[in-house]
């Protein structure tokens, strides 16, 4: 999953960045609704993590203007508003989870993954393809109940397949969910992140299909 932070806390968003980087979430952030705004209006994110108190228009505000213009991304809320009444104006707002500061990081995580399966409609963290079981929360991957080592860009390409089976994904598309901003990335590290997963992958249901000009396809195999 890739996810946009907006806090304008310096220190708690550079620890939120380690921390999602270290677990194989790309996170970015900006400090306000404006640049949020900004930046939601030309790249994709699957989730955001919004703060309350802001400089210049309020999470709020952000919040309201996403939904009325339709768009159903979930919203994440961590502020140290701790009262009902911000609990519940946020919630009515379009919130789909409300968490105040400070937070352990682990629990952040969990809210995060499970927002995204109320999305899917998938009631665990556990994805199976055929033969092949990827449990998001333990990072454990199996092939005929056999672990299968996987690099960080590894998994995170195979939980992006999974999650778009039967849809072919550009190395465009791919590249905006692995990489954050500051990471520098190229089309030909992607094609080698993907050789060594299929090499890894061999085994399993999973197939990745090139198609020529447009780019790749995972579906499973019969």
Request: proline share 2%.
């Amino acid at each position: 999953m890739r996810i946009l932070l907006i806090e304008d806390n310096e220190a708690l968003a550079d620890a939120t960045q380690e921390y999602f980087r270290q677990i194989g979430h790309p996170l970015d952030w900006t400090v306000s609704v404006e640049l949020a705004e900004r930046t939601l209006s030309w790249d994709d994110f699957d989730m955001l993590i919004l703060d309350i108190n802001l400089p210049g228009r309020s999470g709020y505000q952000l919040l309201q203007s996403l939904r009325q213009k339709g768009r159903t991304i979930p919203v994440l809320i961590l502020t140290a508003r701790a009262e009902i009444d911000d609990r519940v104006s946020a919630l009515d707002l379009g919130a789909d989870d409300y968490l105040v500061k400070p937070v352990d990081f682990r629990e952040l995580a969990a809210r995060c993954r499970a927002l995204l399966r109320r999305e899917r409609g998938a009631a665990s963290n556990t994805m199976v393809c055929g033969n092949l079981i990827f449990n998001l929360a333990t990072h454990q991957i199996t092939v005929n109940n056999q672990a299968v080592e996987l690099r960080l860009r590894e998994r995170q390409l195979l939980e992006l397949f999974l999650k778009n089976l039967d849809r072919v994904l550009t190395k465009e598309d791919i590249a905006n969910k692995l990489y954050t901003f500051d990471e520098a990335n190229t089309p030909n590290a992607i094609e080698q992140t993907l050789t060594r997963l299929r090499k890894k992958l061999a085994e399993s249901s999973l197939h990745i299909k090139t198609i020529r000009g447009l780019g790749y396809l995972g579906h499973i195999d019969d």
